[in-house]
């Protein structure tokens, strides 16, 4: 397995290479971390290993920092672990599935 992780910060398609950190979106041999901007999935993507989301207070970027990932029409396959984190009970993590979306 390798790590994949939302790499800018930015608002932006699941497919777009550059927002990776591998320089390439993720697969089936992949965990994935998104801390910190929204991973948006319209089209159905390829299975991934894991997926983490996660909070946490970030000076750099100015205060709390969370990851979410967003699902409009699109389907995700995770075929291990979906971690749900928080940032110490202040920002919560995000998940949202909308019209018809899929997550297995």
Do not use: C, K, R
């Amino acid at each position: 397995m390798s790590a994949d992780d939302w790499n800018t910060g930015n608002n932006g398609a699941w497919t777009d290479a550059a927002e990776w950190s591998s320089g390439a979106a993720p697969t089936s041999t992949d965990d994935v971390t998104v801390s910190f901007g929204e991973a948006q999935v319209t089209t159905n993507v390829p299975t991934i290993a894991s997926l983490s989301l996660t909070a946490s207070y970030n000076g750099a970027h100015e205060g709390y920092s969370i990851g979410q990932v967003y699902l409009d029409g699109g389907a995700l396959d995770i075929v291990g672990a979906l971690d749900l984190g928080n940032a110490g009970g202040y920002e919560t993590t995000l998940l949202d599935l909308e019209n018809g979306s899929n997550l297995t």
